[in-house]
């Protein structure tokens, strides 16, 4: 399988459920925000001085705020797929004007090529169909010696729930998220150079199950498969995936849940 093209993701479903969650995604975000953090904390250490930049994903807006307090003097845009997120942006911290605000699928940005000095972009990438192409797209909009920087999820990301959903039925719930190895590839494969790639584990422990699910409902980290099951869960199979969970991934009376967060960065140097 390759996994830099993954089964096709239901783009107007993920639309739909991150527009559903603008309102209860901050208070839910808690591993999005802690990385957020530590992606900014990147920044200090790269010399670079960006008039333009862009925040593709950018969510509730927490990001773009960095980026302004770290580069007060920079243009910073602000994109995401789903408007309502884009609103809770503008009304929380007031950085943006209307025309720094953008709707948009990251696979497809529209903006003119070499408009940016840095492409910032903080768990967005899990949700694109076409890894190679969005990079692509990031590169197009790139002025030579711009810096790409993000975040994303490995495969070891959401394991503890995808081998407990086996327990319930055949159907896709887990994303098959790209390995680090393949997303510098992807990166040099498109015009950027010198790629660096790390991953760590971060964990997740949560004392209820209903919580852990609810909180990846509450940040849109809905099972956007196009070979999912459709349809609410049912009382059984809730009480099959909790037992199951209970049984392989479940310590000191808590719910464990892995993130393996990659982090990357490289430069456009093209001419």
Known sequence: MDLLNPPRLDKQFI??????????????????????????????????????????GCATGKGVRGLQKQYPRAQVYAVDVAFEMLLQARARYRLLTKKRLVTADMERLPFAPRSF???????????????????????????PGALLLF????????????????????????????????VGDAMLGVGFAQPVVDAEIIRMEYRDFRTLLDDLKNIGATN????????????????????????????????????????????????
């Open 15 to 56: 639309k739909k459920c991150f527009n559903r969650a603008a309102k209860s995604y901050d208070n839910a975000a808690i591993l999005q925000e802690e990385v957020l953090s530590r992606l900014l904390q990147r920044l200090q250490y790269i010399r670079h001085r960006p008039a333009t930049i862009v925040d593709i």
């Open 117 to 143: 000095d840095l492409v910032f972009s903080s768990l967005a990438l899990p949700w694109t169909n076409d890894l190679r192409a969005t990079l692509a797209e990031f590169a197009r909009v790139c002025k």
């Open 151 to 182: 975040a994303s999820f490995g495969p070891a990301t959401l394991r503890e729930l995808a081998h407990s959903w086996q327990a319930v039925d055949d159907y896709p719930h887990v994303h098959q998220f790209v390995d680090m190895h393949d």
């Open 224 to 271: 956007a498969d196009i070979g999912r099951q459709r349809g609410l869960m049912t009382p059984d199979q809730l009480c099959r995936l909790e037992a199951s969970y209970r049984e392989h991934d479940f310590a000191d009376d808590k719910f464990i849940l892995s993130y393996e967060v990659v982090y990357g960065h490289a430069w456009f140097d093209q001419a």
